[in-house]
């Protein structure tokens, strides 16, 4: 029985070190990328995996002093070494969930004497396409009072559903789709030159638009919701990859460091439904790149998806934003009806923050496989059946 069970916790060992590898990997096929979600899933498991290896020992050891048999080197070697490589597959998996727990220093600081007129208040939400609560999105709206609401899925059912908005919202963009791609953006303040664009795949938009201060100022918004890795083509019955998501990614990145290197130096925050985790390759690139802060470092994972699930429960909602804001307040607020939960979060915009904010920027070769990866994910979209 001892037997079988040290069996078990070593091939469970095992494989969670294997888990653990696979986002080293740097292929985009959706398989491979799947490994980035679960990190701490994984390292729960390895605790607990780790726990039943030291019971198992304690117990071994004792029935070994018990019938007088001496422990031998090659013994001991035989039973340290799955253990030990699972305490180092354990150790680089919290080395990359650390920075989203309350313990890491944050990226983003919090803002002392926020202003009303340089403030903006930024609800976003992945509403499910199929998803019939649309009246408790609207109470959550009216409880909430944001300034600006960025939803990710909406049908045309749902633009029609939220039509009384505009009593409030004044100024709108509005991409309904019925392929679970469609955006809405709605807002108190004025837009500046609102715009959708497809900057990859002709049936996934995303939104790019100046916002108008109650100061005066101008900030920049960019919405966006790229397609998620292992979603099923309609017209082929492989899955998707990573490619176009991680292509849309490093696409709005790049647009934003080309911008700041022209002298163009406007406030930028970039949020929606990425379908990827803040701890992914990817994900840390598109920072870098685009010299974005994440207002989750060193203040907790906020989990969003999925809502209704105390265990599979990951960071696909985010909101990222340039050094010149600093951070009012940011939730996560309750389920609504939607397999994600919406997100509240309010940035100030002050003009001490640059200098007391270091902004990521990009390492190595970043901006060689932010280009590789923009060209490869549009080549992709070209070769796909039916484009």
């Not at 951070?327 to 509240?344: E, F, N």
């Amino acid at each position: 029985m001892l037997k079988a069970a040290r069996v078990a916790l070593a091939v469970a060992a095992i494989g969670l070190c294997l888990c653990t590898l696979m986002p080293v990997v740097r292929s985009t096929e959706w398989w491979v990328r799947a490994f980035d979600f679960p990190r701490v899933q994984i390292a729960v498991l390895m605790v607990l995996v780790l726990l039943g290896q030291a019971t198992l020992g304690w117990i071994a050891l004792r029935k070994s002093r018990k019938n007088g048999a001496t422990a031998t080197r090659h013994s001991i070697a035989k039973r340290v070494t799955i253990p030990a490589l699972l305490v180092v597959a354990l150790a680089w998996q919290c080395y990359r969930i650390f920075p989203y727990t309350p313990l890491a220093p944050v990226q983003m600081e919090r803002s002392r004497d926020p202003s009303s007129q340089e403030s903006i208040r930024l609800l976003i939400y992945n509403v499910r396409y199929d998803n019939r609560q649309s009246l408790a999105l609207l109470r959550l709206i009216n409880e909430t009072r944001p300034d600006v609401v960025l939803l990710a899925e909406p049908t045309h059912r749902w633009q029609r559903e939220l039509e009384s908005l505009k009593d409030t919202f004044s100024h709108t963009i509005e991409q309904p789709q019925d392929n679970h791609y469609g955006l809405l953006l709605y807002s108190k303040l004025e837009l500046v030159d609102p715009e959708v664009r497809f900057l990859v795949e002709d049936e996934v938009p995303s939104l790019r638009t100046g916002v108008r201060l109650p100061s005066g100022r101008t900030i920049r918004l960019i919405g966006l919701h790229p397609k998620p890795p292992g979603l099923k083509r309609p017209v082929d019955p492989e899955r998707e990859d990573s490619d176009q998501r991680d292509a849309e990614l490093l696409t709005i990145a790049k647009e934003i460091k080309e911008a700041r290197d022209a002298g163009d130096d406007t406030p930028t925050i970039v949020a929606g439904d990425f379908n990827d985790v803040a701890w992914s390759h990817t994900t840390r690139l598109f920072q870098r790149v685009g010299g974005l802060l994440d207002p989750r470092i060193g203040r907790g994972l906020h989990n969003t998806y999925a809502a209704r699930s105390f265990v599979y429960r990951f960071p696909l909602d985010h909101v990222f934003a340039s050094e010149h804001f600093r951070l009012v307040d940011m939730d996560v607020l309750p389920d609504i009806g939607s397999d994600h939960q919406p997100v509240l979060v309010e940035f100030s915009l002050e003009p001490t923050a640059p200098a007391t904010q270091d902004e990521p920027d990009p390492e190595g070769d970043d901006l060689e496989e932010a280009e590789e990866t923009i060209r490869e994910g549009k080549e992709k979209v070209r070769e796909e059946p039916g484009s």
